[in-house]
């Protein structure tokens, strides 16, 4: 097997790891984790760092995911999203200057979209959609076994879904009410406590404290209606949940009851009829981007070939 690097820029971090893969599959043999940076130069002589070090692991190739509306093909970013340094930007090439090895880019949702579709739960599925939870809401549509890009490359732009049309625009975005930083929050505000993290959030959640369960279970209400909606518009056999707080169970079950609660409130009122929703937990956890990148970077490499 051959040895690759990926990178996953996230909003604060840079996460990687080393995988060994035969392109049919994959195993992260090491990973890690540094800041990440605020300018594009920087950001270039990160990851040329991040290369360096591993090209004694004689490394094949680097796959980068990435925010922002990204043209892999073309290895372009229309916008980088929260990397407000990345709009209009040749970022495959940028990158490429200092990096002699092959590598692409690729949208974060989208990575983690086909990371399951590769190894995870989306395996041998036709229809499916991926829900990240992260700063925003991310995510990736697969439509007959394959990734959906969409017309202008945007597919699963989670975030910008609009939950109301009262109030400012602003707020009223999928990404406003369900991004995680706005639950702990919420959280903070109704319980008064501002040192509360996000892992002493879930403790208390799990522990049973019946404020930081009420706080949770509206979000998880709202995340509902959404995951409703993509139901009757997509049609997709399973929703999967990833992100970082997926790591716990309770979010994914959580969700889950808030999904079955509400549609059969709907049902009960509304003489209508629509599926229930399979909602499960990422198999691939906060890995699915890694893989997903490198799945990108293989047909990306068939695709110029």
């Given at each position: 097997?051959?040895?690759?690097?990926?990178?996953?820029?996230?909003?604060?971090?840079?996460?990687?790891?080393?995988?060994?893969?035969?392109?049919?599959?994959?195993?992260?043999?090491?990973?890690?984790?540094?800041?990440?940076?605020?300018?594009?130069?920087?950001?270039?002589?990160?990851?040329?760092?991040?290369?360096?070090?591993?090209?004694?692991?004689?490394?094949?190739?680097?796959?980068?995911?990435?925010?922002?509306?990204?043209?892999?093909?073309?290895?372009?970013?229309?916008?980088?999203?929260?990397?407000?340094?990345?709009?209009?930007?040749?970022?495959?090439?940028?990158?490429?200057?200092?990096i002699s090895i092959p590598l692409t880019v690729e949208n974060d949702g989208k990575c983690a979209a086909l990371g399951e579709l590769w190894l995870g739960e989306l395996s041998g599925v036709l229809e499916g959609i991926v829900i990240v939870l992260g700063t925003g809401i991310g995510g990736?549509?697969?439509?007959?076994?394959?990734?959906?890009?969409?017309?202008?490359?945007?597919?699963?732009?989670?975030?910008?879904?609009?939950?109301?049309?009262?109030?400012?625009?602003?707020?009223?975005?999928?990404?406003?009410?369900?991004?995680?930083?706005?639950?702990?929050?919420?959280?903070?505000?109704?319980?008064?406590?501002?040192?509360?993290?996000?892992?002493?959030?879930?403790?208390?959640?799990?522990?049973?404290?019946?404020?930081?369960?009420?706080?949770?279970?509206?979000?998880?209400?709202?995340?509902?209606?959404?995951?409703?909606?993509?139901?009757?518009?997509?049609?997709?056999?399973?929703?999967?949940?990833?992100?970082?707080?997926?790591?716990?169970?309770?979010?994914?079950?959580?969700?889950?009851?808030?999904?079955?609660?509400?549609?059969?409130?709907?049902?009960?009122?509304?003489?209508?009829?629509?599926?229930?929703?399979?909602?499960?937990?990422?198999?691939?956890?906060?890995?699915?981007?890694?893989?997903?990148?490198?799945?990108?970077?293989?047909?990306?490499?068939?695709?110029?070939?």
């Amino acid at each position: 097997m051959n040895r690759y690097l990926s990178v996953d820029i996230g909003g604060s971090a840079i996460k990687y790891g080393l995988i060994q893969s035969d392109g049919a599959t994959g195993k992260i043999e090491t990973e890690g984790k540094v800041p990440l940076p605020d300018s594009l130069e920087g950001l270039s002589e990160t990851i040329k760092n991040l290369v360096e070090e591993s090209l004694d692991k004689d490394i094949r190739g680097v796959a980068v995911s990435m925010p922002g509306w990204i043209d892999s093909v073309k290895g372009t970013a229309v916008h980088g999203g929260s990397l407000k340094y990345v709009v209009n930007c040749s970022i495959q090439k940028v990158l490429q200057e200092k990096i002699s090895i092959p590598l692409t880019v690729e949208n974060d949702g989208k990575c983690a979209a086909l990371g399951e579709l590769w190894l995870g739960e989306l395996s041998g599925v036709l229809e499916g959609i991926v829900i990240v939870l992260g700063t925003g809401i991310g995510g990736g549509i697969i439509s007959n076994g394959k990734l959906s890009r969409g017309a202008h490359l945007c597919a699963g732009e989670f975030s910008h879904i609009r939950t109301s049309n009262e109030g400012d625009l602003a707020s009223n975005s999928f990404a406003a009410q369900n991004g995680v930083g706005v639950l702990l929050k919420n959280y903070q505000k109704a319980s008064g406590d501002s040192s509360l993290d996000g892992m002493m959030f879930f403790d208390r959640v799990e522990g049973g404290e019946p404020l930081a369960n009420e706080v949770f279970r509206d979000y998880c209400r709202k995340l509902a209606f959404q995951i409703l909606n993509l139901q009757n518009i997509m049609d997709p056999e399973k929703f999967v949940i990833g992100g970082g707080i997926s790591s716990r169970q309770v979010v994914t079950d959580t969700i889950a009851e808030s999904v079955k609660d509400l549609r059969a409130e709907i049902l009960g009122k509304v003489n209508v009829y629509f599926p229930e929703p399979v909602v499960v937990k990422a198999k691939l956890g906060n890995h699915a981007n890694l893989y997903g990148a490198l799945k990108r970077f293989f047909e990306l490499k068939e695709i110029h070939s």
